[in-house]
């Protein structure tokens, strides 16, 4: 290795490895039409956290330039990355992206907000395409007011023709009964009884006497009155009129009517009497009532009121409600679609379609869910911790527990360009917490065991605020409390069984690394609890399917000692501990370096990949990792050149982290006298 790289560094001049190097570099390659060239040195830039390349590169994936395929989220996100860092043209960039909708939706509010950003450094052209951005913002203002003010004038319209409808309706429902009236007033008595044709006479007449009075009652609104102004003043078309006017006002009425049924449901509901309200609901629902239509769907979905759950019941009645505006019924169905729930199929673009409607109306819950999806950059949205931090904020602004707990983890970790606070983050975990949200109880757990915010460390009461969040549900207080009574730490007894048991709930609700601890308790068995490698590897195998480092590791082991009904494989655990490893796991780079060395064919090929594995565990800090070179140099073994001085350092870095094989073999230097060391028996005695 030493003599590689001095003959590495006596040819051509180094390459380039700081980001001006790189910058500079790339410009060279692009003024001789090198662009694949001149792209790698600007990405390696940018890998460096350079502003100025991450601007570039994000510039030519956006175009798909330099012989590279467009990708406008990566470029986004590239920009945004530059942005924060102060770099002017990413803030333009981002601007004009969100201006135009390239590579994202059109938002003219995250437009200006980036040119407001860019102005502020006193960007001319920043400064006119903020005045440029906030002119066609209020015009589109403007316009949606009048499209508002035409829809309300065209809903007026529309019941005008309805009311005149009915009034025509009505005009000739009466003619004809009047002229049937006639018609057999003036029948035969042959085939009509005089008393009888007399009695409907005057029934007709007394019934024409109290329409009328009835009719004087119900005449006197303005839109009725206008209308009797301007009719003529023929007396059976000014009776025609108020009878019209008679139905209107039944009609309306009769929407009374629905919402008191609708309200007599919820007062059932509120009293427990779930038969009583599902018959209340349906009968509104039936009449058209949006929120009785969408309680329907909650009842069908969980066959409540001695309903059969039918869950495609549900999601119809959800629609229905849905579809007339009502937010409640837009959130049920947007968490079908995230969900895939209620014979929906799995749709994140259709659930971020609801959870937009409903926020539009300040849903607290769907303005969470909305956020969720723009902070993870799901349903077609771009990644987005800005827009996501709005709406965590717009919704706990309105008391919504979850998103009271979001903005604080938000403080907390420092996201989206917010400086980290812990006291913020504990002013709104607390206001979480005292709506007893669970995960906002974990934190206040979280904060008194460590000592955050200027709280004084108190593990006992750490360790209650994880039971609280544990009893209702939250797996990773499940898997804390569990590792608590496994160590017999943090105030807690060691206890086995209930170790076992808070594992076993956390795993119940997939939580990874409670899997991985279920894995390891049949692996190792307890009094009450038989060893069971089978049980066990099935348990690393779903720690380890859900990306959990620590699963891989140990499927990795599984592979090469052949636990349970596995065969021995070592292919099989090299890609097991290259999972592991790439997620920068120090024992599955040194499990995964060795395996490259030892076995594996032990090609010149491998061993290069080895330790380089090997090399990335003992920048960590890995005491085997470190064992293992100290072995390799004493013995010369793997490639490397024997080397006892070197061999003493490794030992004694390894030793130091209490490693005891090699505290033993660096006693066995001091007995020696190996690698520069003073034989000494006592110091000897010491490490062996």
């Known amino acids: 290795l ?11 001049r180094r390459a380039p490895e700081t980001p001006e190097q790189l910058l500079a570099a790339a410009e060279r390659c692009e003024e001789r039409d090198e662009l694949a060239q001149a792209f790698g040195y600007l990405e390696a830039a940018a890998a460096k956290a350079d502003a100025q390349a991450q601007f570039r590169v994000g510039e030519i994936l956006l ?4 012989g590279q395929i467009v990708n406008a989220a990566k470029a986004l996100q590239l920009f945004y990355e530059a942005a924060m860092k102060g770099n002017v043209d990413a803030m333009l960039q981002l601007g004009e992206c969100y201006h135009h909708g390239i590579g994202t939706e059109c938002n003219l509010e995250y437009a200006e907000r980036w040119y407001h950003h860019a102005a502020k450094t006193g960007n001319d052209t920043a400064i006119e395409l903020q005045k440029l951005v906030s002119e066609q913002r209020e015009a589109l203002e403007e316009l949606e007011k009048r499209k508002r003010a035409m829809r309300k004038a065209g809903d007026e319209r ?5 009311v005149e409808a009915a009034r025509k309706a009505a005009r000739e429902a009466r003619l004809a009964a009047e002229a049937q009236a006639q018609k057999e007033a003036e029948a035969p008595a042959a085939t009509k009884g005089v008393a009888e044709t007399v009695e409907r006479t005057r029934q007709s007449k007394n019934e024409t006497e109290r329409s009328r009075e009835e009719d004087e009652q119900c005449e006197r609104t303005p839109e009725l009155g206008a209308a009797a102004a301007q009719d003529s003043v023929c007396p059976s078309e000014v009776n025609d009129r108020e009878l019209c006017a008679a139905e209107a006002e039944v009609a309306r009425r009769s929407s009374f009517d629905v919402e008191a049924i609708y309200h007599r449901g919820v007062e059932y509901e509120t009293r427990g009497n779930y038969v009583d309200a599902v018959s209340a609901f349906y009968e509104a629902a039936n009449q058209g009532h949006a929120g009785a239509q969408c309680a329907m769907g909650l009842y069908c979905k969980e066959g409540r009121g001695g309903l059969i759950q039918d869950e495609r019941a549900a999601v119809e009645w959800y629609r229905k409600s849905a579809n007339q505006g009502f937010a409640e019924a837009q959130l049920n169905l947007g968490n079908c679609y995230i969900e895939g729930q209620c014979g929906l199929p799995k749709d994140e673009h259709a659930a971020v379609e609801w959870f937009r409607k409903a926020a539009a109306q300040d849903n607290a819950e769907a303005q969470n869910r909305l956020g969720r999806c723009h902070f993870l950059g799901s349903g077609g949205l771009v990644n987005d911790e800005h827009a996501a931090l709005t709406l965590f904020r717009k919704s706990a602004s309105q008391g919504y527990p979850n ?7 938000f403080y907390l970790y420092g996201i989206a360009g917010l400086a980290k606070d812990e006291d913020a983050a504990l002013t709104w975990f607390r206001k979480s917490v005292d709506q007893n949200y669970s995960i906002a109880q974990y934190y206040m757990g979280l904060f008194l065991f460590h000592g955050l915010a200027g709280l004084n460390v108190d593990k006992r009461a750490a360790i209650e605020w994880y039971r609280k969040s544990a009893e209702q549900g939250y797996e990773d207080a499940q898997c804390t409390l569990g590792m608590s009574y496994l160590n017999g730490k943090d105030g807690l ?3 086995h069984h209930a170790a076992f048991s808070w594992f076993r709930k956390a795993a119940d609700h997939e939580c990874a690394e409670a899997q991985f601890c279920m894995g390891v308790c049949y692996l190792n068995g307890f009094e009450f609890l038989e060893k069971d490698e089978c049980t066990a590897v099935q348990w690393f195998r779903k720690s380890a399917e859900q990306e959990y480092d620590r699963g891989q590791l140990f499927m990795g082991k599984a592979y090469m000692s052949g636990w349970g009904e596995l065969a021995k494989d070592e292919h099989a655990a090299a890609e097991w501990f290259q999972k592991a490893a790439e997620q920068g796991q120090a024992e ?3 499990c995964l370096g060795k395996l490259y060395l030892e076995g594996m064919n032990g090609s010149v090929e491998n061993r ?18 470190q064992l293992f070179f100290g072995a390799a140099y004493d013995k010369g073994l793997h490639g490397l050149v024997e080397n006892k001085f070197t061999a003493v350092e490794w030992y004694r870095k390894a030793a130091d982290k209490g490693d005891p094989e090699a505290q033993f073999e660096l006693g066995c230097c001091y007995l020696e006298g190996k690698g520069g060391l003073v034989r000494s028996e006592a110091l000897a005695m010491v490490y062996i």
């Open 2 to 12: 030493q003599n590689r790289n001095s003959s590495t560094g006596s040819s051509s």
């Open 158 to 162: 529309k019941k005008l023709e309805r």
């Open 403 to 409: 998103a009271q707990c979001n903005v604080g983890m």
């Open 63 to 66: 175009h798909g330039t330099h």
């Open 608 to 625: 290069d990949v080895g330790w380089s594995w090997m090399r990335k565990a003992t920048d960590q800090g890995w005491a085997s990792a």
């Open 493 to 495: 007894a060691e206890d």
């Open 588 to 590: 599955a780079q040194c």
